[in-house]
């Protein structure tokens, strides 16, 4: 099974400002996947890394705003760019695989 | 398209008693993968147990199990024994196999279980 650490685990930030999150998987995996989960709702994929090509991302979700990095087989960054108290959520990464498991999740507050 | 429904918003058991959160699910691919999840407070998205639409047996890990009727498409999720940690969200999901391993969840809108001592 694959550990997975992603950090940071919470933070709160200002509108106007971006946050890179990171999640660093212990063996190599394929695919990452960065999913949202907004207050009181379900998870929603936001879009998928895989390693040396461009993120493909779901309907809704641009580049733009939530752009992300995958430079090797055990590494991605999610960034959440030009926040507004809208983009508070929990965002998870996670991992292909028969288990599909999760990173602790980042817990996001814009003010 | 893949849906799945949780029709529970919210469940409350006894301590030590059994409990069962429904799921069922809706896809025209003939080979998919199910998933419950635990989600406590802190967020963090845990992993409980995995059912193959090929698999002959229903999966069990732990207290967990899950009672997969594949005609009725449902795969609902009991929790023996149940202890006052076990309170939390929980969520149903699939993945089309067909995809492969590597291809998304989709999750239900999950369940709300309260443990009472």
């Known amino acids: 099974s694959a550990v997975i650490s992603q950090k940071p685990s919470r933070d709160i930030c200002q509108r106007g400002t971006s946050l890179t999150i990171q999640c660093q998987v212990d063996?190599?995996?394929?695919?990452m996947f960065w999913y949202r989960q907004q207050p009181g709702q379900s998870l929603t994929l936001i879009a998928t890394a895989n390693q040396g090509s461009e993120a493909t991302y779901e309907s809704g979700f641009v580049i733009d705003k939530f752009p992300i990095s995958r430079p090797n087989l055990t590494f991605s960054t999610l960034t959440v760019s030009n926040m507004s108290p809208e983009d508070s959520s929990i965002y998870l990464c996670s991992v292909g695989g028969r288990e599909a498991f999760f990173g602790q999740g980042t817990r996001l507050t814009v003010v | 398209a893949q849906k799945i429904t949780q029709t529970q918003p919210g469940m409350f058991v006894q301590e030590k008693e059994a409990v069962t959160l429904d799921c069922t699910y809706d896809?025209?691919?003939?080979?998919?993968?199910l998933f419950w999840y635990k989600q406590p407070s802190s967020g963090e998205m845990i992993f409980l147990i995995y059912?193959?639409?090929?698999?002959?047996q229903n999966a069990t890990e732990g207290r967990y199990s899950l009672n997969f009727q594949k005609a009725r498409k449902s795969a609902n999720l009991v929790i023996s024994a149940s202890q006052l940690g076990d309170s939390a969200m929980y969520f149903c999901a699939m993945r089309d196999v067909a995809g492969g391993s590597n291809y998304k969840l989709t999750f239900g809108k999950g369940t709300l279980l309260t443990v009472n001592p």
């Open positions: 059912q193959g639409s090929y698999d002959q």
């Open positions: 896809t025209s691919d003939p080979s998919y993968g």
């Open positions: 063996s190599q995996v394929t695919m």
